[in-house]
């Protein structure tokens, strides 16, 4: 059970050989840190692959504030609703630090089943998979208290290293910290009191302004038996998420 729990959490990844059998469809392209590759509702078509980097969706819930449901990385697509016929993007895609993306357009994609099949199938089958991490994440924001859910995103986070330390720590400056709460669906508020138990229990540890967070298995092992059935207290924090002020 403990196994299967920590499957749900972790999300595969293409193949370098898979995205290497793209490049001779796939238009290369590289991003800027900072870069904003499409804006929510523009016209869509196609699909991006990661080669290196990382890039935030965001969709902005109010003046100020946003809600991030994916952070895609290397081996990782976004902007999959493209394939769907009249798409338009359902998200803003922004480079969260220098980026190289392959870009698969439907055309193209045809021209990959009909000549690659074996890792056209691999590529459909890490769009599904990541479609299924994006509905336990729904399921996490319903049934989930915003500590177990920081606990996740944290553990998501510890998986790339572009989010880590030298010495392998989650290292959450500030941009790192509003992702987080982006990520969580919870208040700057909300997220600095369950990270100040975290700190008095010895997980989170502060430097300056910069906090570090030691990803280990004790931490997340929170998770296990952390689902709730969906109970009042769970549905107020989700609601209290949702009606709060952005973050500073």
Known sequence: MQTQERNILTVSRLSDDARDALTAFAARASWPNGFQIYD???Q???VFVIVRGRVVLRSKVRAGRAFVPWVATPGETFGAEGLAPNAHYSTAARADEETETLFLSSSKLRAFVREQPAHALTLIGQVMAERSALLDKLRELTTLSVEHRIVSALQRMSAHTGFLHA????????????????????TRESVSLVLGRLTGEGFVERSGSTLFVNPSARLFDRLLGGEESISVNALVDSRAAAAAPPPS
Do not use: S
């Open 40 to 42: 929510r509702g523009a």
């Open 44 to 46: 869509a078509d196609g």
């Open 167 to 186: 010495d392998g720590r989650i290292e959450l400056g500030a941009p790192q910290y509003r992702l987080l709460c982006e990520l969580v669906g919870a």
